[in-house]
């Protein structure tokens, strides 16, 4: 599996394009693309890079993941896979599906959470390359996306279902946050070493203008306080009682990110 390829656009996303496997029914540079909130780029990197289009796979229906698919539609007919609130989804894909694409597999996930549709599409590790998860704004590298739609229930719930993955899986999230979200992460817990030194990381990579992910489930899981509703030094630093029900010390943290600055 060759690895994906982020194209940035808009203030802060990636849209993702993943290479298919070499297969008898697929060319050399057949790609298939995450999420596009923005057809000019998406357009600009298959033509400078000679990639075909496949299709589209959409996580949820906010316009930054979708608002391309209009202008990439106009020019490329491909099948648009995803949750049936999106309206151009002409594949309509659901939870525990299995997607057997030229060249590509994926299995699909319900993390709702961030809005109610929201999808995630995972991977499967070879022997080649670990595996993958693309998960729009459910997860992010050091943090997870605001809540519109759903409950700090659900949104934990669909964490902790992501968080059972390979240690070894790669994140493919949609925004570039992961400098922020660390911030706000040590500013809750100003004692926690790997947080600190993840920041001092990727501090020097957006200095120099370079892309903090694809992130390591591993590593969020040492460094994503989302992820770590359960650890009794992240819920005495919120001061929080022992043994709050995770629910509430997630309901707690994302409060207080969305007042972060």
């Not at 057949?30 to 400078?48: N, S």
């Not at 075909?52 to 491909?78: A, P």
């Not at 902790?160 to 925004?175: E, F, Q, S, V």
């Not at 995770?246 to 969305?258: A, H, M, Q, T």
Request: one cysteine or more; proline letters at 8%.
């Amino acid at each position: 599996m060759r690895e994906p390829i982020g194209i940035p656009a808009l203030d802060s996303n990636y849209f993702w394009l993943l290479p298919v496997d070499d297969t008898p029914e697929c060319q050399s540079g057949d790609v298939y693309l995450i999420d596009p909130g923005d057809a000019q780029p998406v357009l600009e990197t298959l033509k400078r890079e000679k990639f075909r289009l496949r299709g589209i796979l959409i996580t949820h229906h906010h316009w930054d993941h979708t608002d391309g698919l209009d202008g990439i539609l106009s020019r490329l007919k491909v099948p648009v896979y995803g949750p049936d609130s999106v309206p151009q989804v002409n594949q309509v894909v659901k939870d525990g599906d299995r997607l057997e694409l030229p060249g590509l597999t994926l299995s699909v996930m319900a993390v709702p959470g961030h809005t109610l549709d929201h999808l995630a599409y995972f991977q499967a590790a070879t022997q080649e390359a670990p595996p993958r998860l693309f998960c729009g704004d459910a997860l992010f590298a050091a943090g997870c996306g605001r809540l519109f739609e759903g409950t700090p229930a659900q949104a934990q719930t669909s964490l902790d279902r992501l968080n059972t993955l390979p240690g070894k899986t790669r994140i493919y999230c949609a925004h570039e946050y992961t400098q922020t979200n660390l911030r706000f992460a040590l500013s809750v817990e100003p004692d926690n070493a790997a947080v600190r030194k993840r920041l001092g990381h990727v501090s020097e990579l957006r200095a120099s203008h370079r892309p903090t992910l694809p992130s390591e489930l591993s590593l969020e899981r040492e460094t994503n306080p989302y992820l770590r509703t359960d650890a009794p030094s992240l819920v005495s630093a919120l001061g929080l009682p022992p043994n709050t029900e995770r629910s509430r010390v997630f309901g707690e943290l994302r409060s207080r990110k969305d007042r972060f600055r």
